[in-house]
């Protein structure tokens, strides 16, 4: 990479609170078009006459669509506009979105699940550029907020859509969230700056080679990587195989109710944004090793299911907060490595991120079908025990 190419471009122009909570906004709503399946996954196997053990592929296509977006089109921010790349993306989204909901079978829904996956990444490309338009030191503290918002996405998410399934069907989920995108587009069009500098100068090709190698390079990015890939298996693994267990007899749960664990989540998700203030600090390392603890602790929580429901909310807070925290962490320290390749260098985190995510929502409704809930337990706790042990093996090589 040449010396051109590495030297920070951008002047930090400083960011509105309406403009900063509308980024926030975008990427809570773009993030829950992935997620908003996971509570009608036993309407839509109905629907469609899908195998309950096989259903978990409507979560997993639409991560394998994330991933491709996240080393197709997330990299773009660094070489081209990203004003327009945001507002073609929002847009894009509806109508990707509207042809989920008019879905006449199986391979039409699976298809439209890809490409909402892969129009999805716009939340990486509003994550990159509000780092750019942070003040260094408030770095950590924007994308904390703005990650937030991802979190309230993926977790409210599950409520609206129970709600809004409960009293429509499925289908009209999509239809809400393709309204939903075409407004934020239009306000996205009137708020985002115009004229910012292009990070790069690179050719497109030239920008996709570096991400592996900046990865393969970097101990840091490895790591973080790692962690990502873990501890986004262990929340999918959750999140996708609970729908079964509190939808079917003792509980019989509706999808509203079972979206209000979602909300349970939010508080502490939410709680985790003080992340990235601490990572500023350089209490990264602190930060991470204790979230991970707790992400392990929550599994024996989760356990109680279906003992009491009481207990397993409580674990669902906990890991929801432990996931977070991982998050902004991991998302701050990134962002302040290499201020010049910001769109990639989230882009080929997020990969992992969304491969962890895939992998969670097949190993889960897999477990729950030949083990049960115990069985849904023991993977989500192996994937967190093995991100402990991963920060602990880099914890001793650093002393």
Not at 249 to 254: E, R, T, V, W
Not at 273 to 284: H, I, N, T
Request: glycine letters at 10%; one cysteine or more.
């Amino acid at each position: 990479m040449t010396d051109t190419a590495r030297r920070p471009v951008e002047t930090a122009p400083l960011l509105s609170r309406g403009m900063l909570l509308l980024f926030a906004v975008t990427c809570g709503a773009s993030v829950a078009n992935i997620y908003a399946a996971q509570p009608l996954l036993d309407t839509i196997a109905a629907s469609f006459g899908i195998a309950p053990g096989a259903v978990g592929l409507v979560v997993a296509l639409t991560q394998i669509g994330y991933a491709a977006g996240l080393i197709l089109i997330v990299p773009l921010g660094d070489l081209v506009d990203r004003r327009k790349l945001i507002l073609v993306q929002t847009l894009l989204s509806a109508v990707a979105l509207s042809t989920v909901a008019l879905a006449p079978n199986v391979f039409v829904l699976f298809g439209g699940m890809i490409v909402v996956g892969l129009l999805a990444v716009v939340v990486q490309v509003l994550v990159a550029m509000s780092a750019a338009l942070a003040r260094p030191q408030e770095r950590g503290r924007v994308v904390g907020l703005v990650t937030s918002g991802v979190v309230i996405g993926i977790l409210a998410a599950r409520f609206v859509a129970g709600v809004l399934a409960d009293l429509a069907g499925w289908r009209i989920v999509y239809l809400v969230s393709a309204g939903l995108m075409l407004l934020l587009g239009v306000l996205l069009a009137r708020v985002l700056p115009r004229d910012l500098p292009v990070a790069s100068t690179e050719r497109y090709s030239a920008v996709l080679k570096s991400i592996p190698r900046l990865f393969l390079h970097d101990r840091v990015l490895r790591l973080r990587a790692g962690f990502a890939f873990l501890i986004f298996a262990s929340f999918s693994t959750l999140w996708t195989a609970m729908v079964l267990p509190l939808s079917a007899a003792p509980f019989s749960l509706s999808h509203t109710q079972i979206g209000l664990f979602g909300i349970a989540g939010l508080a502490g998700a939410l709680a985790a944004g003080r992340a990235g203030r601490l990572a500023d600090q350089g209490f990264s390392g602190r930060v991470t090793g204790v979230s991970l603890t707790l992400l392990c602790l929550s599994w024996l929580a989760i356990g109680f299911l279906p003992r009491s429901l009481v207990v397993f909310a409580l674990g669902v807070v906990v890991l929801d907060f432990a996931v977070q925290a991982v998050h902004v962490t991991n998302q701050s320290l990134i962002f302040a490595h290499r201020p010049e390749a910001r769109s990639r260098l989230v882009g080929g985190y997020m990969v992992f991120y969304s491969a962890g995510s895939a992998l969670g929502a097949i190993t889960s409704t897999a477990a729950y079908a030949h083990f049960g809930w115990v069985g849904v337990c023991g993977a989500g706790a192996a994937f967190s025990l093995a991100a402990l042990l991963l920060w602990s093996r880099d914890a001793i090589r650093r002393t």
